[in-house]
């Protein structure tokens, strides 16, 4: 097999989370273990946040958090990422009378706090706890989503709440909008909590109904490419994305851009901006293209998927600007190889991963013809569709 990134197992990880653990609270042993994943979009790009649809999976890749409750009202949260920014190790009391729990620094432990606020059940104990993770930073794989609902699980733990998995992705979203600042759609939570291994997940994301798409093919592989170019959301360009999309919702006099039609949009391209229009063609083409590839998908039509996840990449770089040289070289080297039936950016964009669905015999060539075409580092994954948020044994 052609060089990959080695996917720890979930079993390695809690056991070095339980090391550190150990290490920072004074050779104390967790009571608590649990995980949630990251995810890649297979296609639907952009769509959750119009209410579209969206057919991402759950990865191999977790965050792990194990942890103690205390006796008090002190939280304590210690990271095993080596890759985030110091300090590793965030202390703070927990909110009383509904009082806010304001962000800070570091940035990372702004999404622990924001789950913590939105937490559906009360009263919360204090807690001491440790996280790492397997889901790189700033790939487009959903690195932040897969802490949020490790806590949320975590804390459900302590505290069980009613047990509703919609709304525990919900609260998960709200932790992302009020401590993150980034104001992202439902999908990386809710398939981070309801993830079925074996599926793809269509997930609708104006009525949070989800529908199980089979993808256990053996002779299929979901190669997922790093391309080492760290994105950021939350800058201007995602949020901007939006307000544009939500401008030309309300030009056509839509609630949403998933109840456009392409003819709609032709008819208003005269009080539409050309940016703004070339952004609200590529969504209501990509919800359009999401439905066809989970049909695609449920009959093996796998090279008409591929054929989708390009038009989908096409549309991205074109028509919404989101994507970057990386990853434009990326999908082009893998879309020379025999045996590739699709591949596309995957995530917000501006860099982080492509992900290519390809027969399992042309992996090895596929990663070594890339490696020979890229003008950068890249790093792989083969991946498969992983379960969704779950408590472990100690």
């Known amino acids: 097999m052609a060089s990959c990134c080695p996917v720890p197992s979930v079993k390695d990880m809690v056991a070095e989370a339980r090391r550190v653990f150990q290490e920072s609270f004074g050779g104390q042993d967790p009571e608590v273990a649990v995980c949630a994943p990251g995810r890649v979009n297979l296609i639907g790009e952009h769509t959750d946040y119009n209410e579209g649809f969206v057919l991402p999976m759950a990865l191999p890749l977790v965050t792990v958090m194990v942890g103690s409750r205390t006796r008090d009202q002190n939280v304590s949260v210690v990271t095993a990422n080596e890759a985030v920014e110091e300090p590793r190790r965030v202390d703070f009391e927990l909110p009383k009378d509904n009082q806010p729990l304001s962000p800070g620094q570091p940035n990372w432990a702004n999404y622990v706090k924001g789950v913590v606020q939105h937490y559906r059940a009360q009263p919360l104990p204090g807690f001491r706890a440790v996280v790492a993770s397997s889901v790189p930073l700033g790939g487009g794989l959903s690195s932040s989503a897969s802490l949020e609902v490790a806590v949320y699980t975590f804390l459900q733990q302590l505290c069980p709440d009613d047990g509703d998995k919609v709304a525990k992705a919900v609260a998960c979203q709200k932790a992302e909008h009020t401590h993150a600042g980034v104001p992202c759609g439902i999908m990386d ?206």
């Not at 989970?294 to 796998?302: D, V």
């Open 189 to 394: 939570q809710f398939v981070s909590v309801l993830g079925k291994e074996g599926h793809a997940l269509l997930i609708d994301c104006r009525s949070l109904e989800a529908t199980l798409v089979p993808l256990a093919d053996p002779s299929l592989v979901i190669l997922i490419t790093n391309s080492n170019v760290r994105h950021s959301l939350t800058g201007s360009e995602y949020p901007s994305r939006r307000r544009q999309c939500e401008e030309a919702a309300a030009i056509l006099g839509k609630g949403s851009l998933r109840e456009a039609t392409l003819q709609d949009l032709e008819d208003a391209k005269g009080r539409l901006d050309s940016v703004t229009f070339r952004r609200a063609r590529h969504v209501i083409e990509e919800i359009w293209r999401t439905t066809q590839a989970a049909e695609a998908l449920k009959q093996g039509a796998y090279r008409e998927f591929g054929r989708l996840m390009v038009e989908s990449h096409n549309s991205l770089r074109d028509h919404y600007e989101v994507s970057c040289k990386e990853l434009d070289e990326l999908v082009s080297a893998a879309m020379g190889v025999e045996g590739v039936y699709g591949s596309r950016m995957t995530g917000g964009g501006f860099g982080g991963c492509t992900v290519t669905l390809l027969e399992a015999e042309a992996v090895d060539r596929a990663i070594k013809h890339i490696k020979e075409h890229y003008s950068g580092s890249p790093t792989f994954y083969i991946t498969k569709p992983s379960e969704g948020a779950r408590v472990l044994s100690l």
